[in-house]
T-cell receptor
């Protein structure tokens, strides 16, 4: 198993749909992150969880709802998205949150909103 | 306001030569710096990091140099190989106690490196 696995890899949805992105890490890390990468923009941090507790919510609209049932799994629930939400969504994990440690990324979910 | 800048969107180098990727930052609180490599359709892969107490860190063909007074870091790849062709991201953060949002990992926009055979 690779370190951080994201499913699905690609997702096309209408603005009224509800879908979820899934992330699983096999590294034994305690912190997990959601990032958004839009075209021509740097990665933007969305949410951070440390030991299943949300420690950061980076002014993300409520149409994005994260869930962390345990330290290995992270979900991003999507509903009523807008066309500008089309982007690459990356999950990452690290041993601890916000320490001097690298974050390890999954391959991302490419999301397209019709 | 971009705190981490990679001013060269692309760089082309001949196989076997040195690749030098540059990164500038504006936040003087940053004291931990990383480089990531990203292939198409894959997530960023951690390459190498450096803390502000050092000015150089080396790992095989990859060396990162940090110039704190100039708020500049660079990644040297020697010798460059065609498999090194990817987008390279610079990232920076500060300690959690630094306050504000400095502890978050802040990324540059990336530089596309092409190594020609």
């Amino acid at each position: 198993e690779t370190g951080v696995t994201q499913t699905p890899r690609h997702l096309v949805m209408g603005m009224t749909n509800k879908k979820s992105l899934k992330c699983e890490q096999h590294l034994g890390h305690n912190a997990m992150y959601w990032y958004k990468q839009s075209a021509k923009k740097p990665l933007e941090l969305m949410f951070v969880y440390s030991l299943e507790e949300r420690v950061e919510n980076n002014s993300v609209p409520s149409r994005f709802s994260p869930e962390c049932p345990n330290s290995s799994h992270l979900f991003l629930h999507l509903h009523t998205l807008q066309p500008e939400d089309s982007a690459l969504y990356l999950c990452a994990s690290s041993q601890e949150a916000f320490k001097y440690q690298p974050q390890h990324f999954g391959d991302g979910t490419r999301l397209s909103i019709l | 306001d971009q705190q981490v800048k990679q001013n060269s969107p692309s760089l082309s180098v001949q196989e076997g030569r040195i690749s030098i990727l540059n990164c500038d930052y504006t936040n003087s609180m940053f004291d931990y710096f990383l480089w990531y490599k990203k292939y198409p359709a894959e997530g960023p892969t951690f390459l190498i990091s450096i803390s502000s107490i050092k000015d150089k860190n080396e790992d095989g063909r990859f060396t990162v140099f940090l110039n704190k007074s100039a708020k500049h870091l660079s990644l040297h790849i020697v010798p460059s190989q065609p498999g090194d062709s990817a987008v390279y991201f610079c990232a920076a953060s500060a300690g959690f106690q630094s306050g504000g949002s400095n502890y978050k990992l802040t990324f540059g926009k990336g530089t596309l490196l092409t190594v020609n055979p």
